[in-house]
């Protein structure tokens, strides 16, 4: 499965159009419940802005947006077709406005909320995040060396953690799902025998 490009810190832009002040932020995202939480915290923080506007989209397929009182499809529908133009998930933007006086117009407001979340993303940072499992792997201390052997032939298989008990070492792997049968046939090739590895959980993480 391909990777999905998250945001891994959060950006701000702002202009002003006949008047009226845009600030946009851009959110990374892990639920709804974060963004819905992030989202109070911005319109505590804008008490007093004429609108707050935003848009999400959470892996895997959710997406939502609000106009918060502008012209239905003005505000947050633009905001969320340039997140879905950016190819970014995990992800939240709100553009808050402060009415200036003059009035926009429904195309003038489109443009305003869509050029904001597209300036904010201009800054954002990312990363590619990957569907991974964590696996428990067994051996000896002897056989650990064959462990760090045949992590040296995967590029996408890493050590996450190594704990030490009587019997010998219990290594933390990181892998592909893609990658867990090569994994454990090259494995047992080097140990000469099967290896006792477990499934601990599955993640989306970065390689």
Not at 77 to 101: C, D, H
Request: aromatic share 8%; hydrophobic share 45%; with cysteine.
């Amino acid at each position: 499965m391909a990777g999905i490009v998250v945001p891994v810190e959060t950006s701000h832009a702002q202009f002003t159009v006949k008047g009226s002040k845009f600030i946009a932020a851009v959110f990374p995202v892990s639920d709804e419940e974060a963004a819905k939480a992030i989202l109070a915290d911005v319109r505590k923080k804008y008490y007093d802005a004429t609108h707050n506007c935003y848009a999400w989209r959470i892996h895997p397929g959710i997406e939502k947006s609000s106009d918060d009182g502008e012209p239905a499809g003005s505000a947050g529908k633009p905001i969320l077709q340039v997140l879905k133009g950016s190819g970014l998930a995990n992800i939240m933007v709100v553009v808050t406005r402060y009415f200036g006086g003059t009035k926009l117009g429904i195309g003038g407001l489109v443009r305003a909320y869509g050029d904001a979340a597209a300036l904010a993303l201009e800054k954002v940072k990312a990363v590619t995040l990957y569907p991974l499992i964590v696996l428990s792997c067994a051996v000896s201390f002897r056989e650990s060396q064959s462990v760090y052997q045949t992590v040296n032939r995967f590029p996408d298989v890493k050590i996450a953690g190594e704990k030490y008990d009587g019997n010998g070492v219990i290594f933390s792997l990181k892998l592909k799902k893609e990658n867990l049968e090569p994994f454990r046939e090259a494995l047992q090739e080097h140990l000469n025998r099967v290896p006792e590895l477990a499934i601990l959980e599955e993640i989306l993480d970065q390689i």
